[in-house]
C-alpha cells in the first residue's frame, strides 16, 4: 500500500541553524511528492512538490529532492527562522485524486 | 494563494446530537472538496471525495451514515456528525481542489468534542 513515515518531533533549533526533516515514503507506481506546512491557527499551505525522480523542489529557502532509490524526500534548510516554527507534513499522491499524509514534525525555533 | 474557511472553528456537543461542519472555497469554484480527520499526533486521513452535484465517495471503514456529506455548491461543503458520540472527537479539516492544477487548498479546521 501507499504510505508516508517522517520523524517524529519536535525538532527544536536555533536561529541560523540547518534543517533536516526527514520523509520516507511506500507506494506503487511513482507518486508525487509533497511538502505541507502548517502555522499556528491556519490551513495547510503546500510548501513545495516534485512529480518525479530527481526533481527538487524549493520553496521560501526550503528544498528536497525525490530520491527513488531510497525512497526519501527529506526536507532542508539552510538557515532556520523564529517564522518557520510550524507543522511540517510530508504528503505524496498515488494519483491526481487523494493524499497520503505523514504524523508531521513539529518544528520550534528560538532566537 | 486561495483561501478555504471552516465554520465553526471549534464546537461542543452532546452525545447524542447531530453537528453540521461548513467548508467553504472562498475564490475559486471546487467541483471536488475533501474531508480529513486528524488525531492528536497522528497524521491527516482521509474520510471522503466530496463531488458537487453527486454522491459523496467515502474511505474504507468510514460509515457513510454517520458522517453526512452534501456539495450543494461549487463553493460550499458540509459535513454533519449524526448521533454524535464522544469517539467522534477530533480535528475536522477540509480542502478544495482547484481543477486547473489538481492543487488542494485546506481550511483551518474544525475542532469537534463530544461530551
Known amino acids: 500500500g501507499n504510505s508516508v513515515t517522517q520523524m517524529e518531533g519536535p525538532v527544536t533549533l536555533s536561529e541560523e541553524a540547518f534543517l533536516t526533516i526527514n520523509c520516507t515514503y511506500t507506494?506503487?507506481?511513482?507518486?508525487?511528492l509533497f511538502w505541507y506546512v502548517q502555522y499556528p491557527g491556519e490551513g495547510l499551505q503546500l510548501l513545495l512538490k516534485?512529480?518525479?525522480?530527481?526533481d527538487k523542489g524549493s520553496n521560501k529557502g526550503f528544498e528536497a529532492t525525490y530520491r527513488k532509490e531510497t525512497t526519501s524526500f527529506h526536507l532542508e534548510k539552510g538557515s532556520v527562522q523564529v517564522s518557520d516554527s510550524a507543522v511540517y507534513f510530508c504528503a505524496l499522491t498515488p494519483n491526481t485524486d487523494k493524499l497520503i499524509f505523514g504524523t508531521g514534525t513539529r518544528l520550534q525555533v528560538f532566537p | 494563494g486561495a483561501v478555504v474557511s471552516q465554520h465553526p472553528s471549534w464546537v461542543i456537543c452532546k452525545s447524542g446530537t447531530s453537528v453540521k461542519i461548513e467548508c467553504r472555497s472562498l475564490?475559486?469554484?471546487?467541483?471536488?472538496m475533501f474531508w480529513y480527520r486528524q488525531f492528536p499526533k497522528q497524521s491527516l486521513m482521509l474520510m471522503a471525495t466530496s463531488n458537487e452535484g453527486s454522491k459523496a465517495t467515502y474511505e474504507q471503514g468510514v460509515e457513510k451514515d454517520k458522517f453526512l456529506i452534501n456539495h450543494a455548491s461549487l463553493t460550499l461543503s458540509t459535513l454533519t456528525v449524526t448521533s454524535a458520540h464522544p469517539e467522534d472527537s477530533s480535528f475536522y479539516i477540509c480542502s478544495a481542489r482547484r481543477e486547473s492544477t489538481y492543487e488542494q487548498y485546506f481550511g483551518p479546521g474544525t475542532r469537534l468534542t463530544v461530551t
Open positions: 516534485a512529480t518525479k525522480a530527481d
Open positions: 475564490d475559486f469554484q471546487a467541483t471536488t
Open positions: 507506494a506503487t507506481g511513482y507518486p508525487s
